[in-house]
């Protein structure tokens, strides 16, 4: 009897070790296959995220995708010309949402607390971005010895910025506001251009709008881009102020474009291979002068 127990006790404990190695051997497979489901998964997570990224993530200006036909016009600063376009633009971000206003954009922080966008570039780096594609600076506005309104070209200035991943446009225009009458300013900006002083001693150049004015809505002879009406400057005087319905929250970076109005040249008149006025052009001199002797009634005098 006892044999027997002894029997069955061996071929139970004999079986128990043959099975503990193949269960031993199964458990490794299960793992492995799961450590290798895990690495693939990873491998798939990041790809997909390496996907997300570049959607969002479109060039080191943030989600601006700056075109490649735009011409940088300074190293540390952000600040193009498209002369495809004709317009300038330069990155910045919202500096104010609500206030009194006499500015609509300052360069480099300058005048933050008085304006409602900040631009990382230098005014004289966008005056010569609106030369460069075309635009002809006109004057700063004037006082002495009578005042005198800025004058040049129109300045068209439209402000980007994104939300919810799509891109987001407004008039400059449109986010300042009458303190007063509360509609919305009307007028074109111009680009008188400022001013350059020299120092006598050294011959230094300095140009003013440096200093920060760059997109004035009061009067400034340091002004980049000004209003061709009398705005004044002083604190109890303001008429100005931001519209904050339309203006996206503080820090959200901006595009601030600015088209100016390119007036053509006429046309010359056409010459002769000698030089000499062709004989189209001779005709119209004559014509002309025909009308020039013609009395008031109309009649050509003989």
């Not at 987001?168 to 008188?192: E, H, P, S, W, Y």
């Amino acid at each position: 009897m006892k044999i027997c127990v002894t029997f069955i006790l061996l071929c139970v404990l004999g079986l128990a070790v043959s099975i503990e190695p193949q269960e031993k051997t199964d458990s490794k497979k299960s793992v492995v296959q799961q450590e290798n489901k895990s690495d693939k998964q990873d491998k798939s997570d990041k790809q997909q995220e390496s996907k997300d990224n570049s959607k969002t993530k479109k060039s080191k200006h943030g989600e601006f995708e700056i075109p490649k036909h735009w011409v940088r016009l300074a190293k540390k600063r952000e600040v193009w010309a498209d002369f495809k376009n004709k317009q300038v633009i330069v990155k910045g971000k919202i500096c104010l949402e609500k206030g009194m206003l006499e500015l609509f954009a300052c360069c480099m922080e300058a005048k933050s607390h008085e304006s409602i966008v900040t631009v990382n570039a230098l005014s004289s780096e966008v005056h010569a971005g609106l030369i460069a594609v075309g635009a002809k600076p006109g004057h700063p506005v004037l006082f002495d010895p009578k005042y005198v309104p800025a004058a040049g070209p129109k300045v068209e200035l439209t402000v980007v910025w994104m939300k919810d991943g799509k891109r987001v446009k407004c008039r400059a225009q449109d986010m300042i506001k009458n303190a007063k009458t509360k509609k919305k300013l009307d007028i074109d900006f111009v680009f008188g251009g400022s001013m350059v002083w020299t120092d006598p001693d050294t011959g230094e150049k300095f140009y003013y709008g440096d200093s920060g004015d760059f997109v004035c809505v009061s009067n400034f002879a340091s002004a980049t881009l000004d209003l061709p009406i009398k705005s004044s400057a002083s604190a109890d005087d303001l008429i100005w102020e931001a519209n904050s319905e339309k203006i996206p929250a503080l820090g959200t970076p901006v595009l601030l474009y600015l088209k100016p109005e390119i007036k053509k040249e006429g046309k010359k008149p056409a010459k002769g291979k000698d030089g000499a006025k062709s004989d189209s052009s001779k005709k119209t001199d004559k014509a002309d002068k025909t009308k020039a002797k013609a009395g008031d009634s109309g009649k050509i005098k003989k």
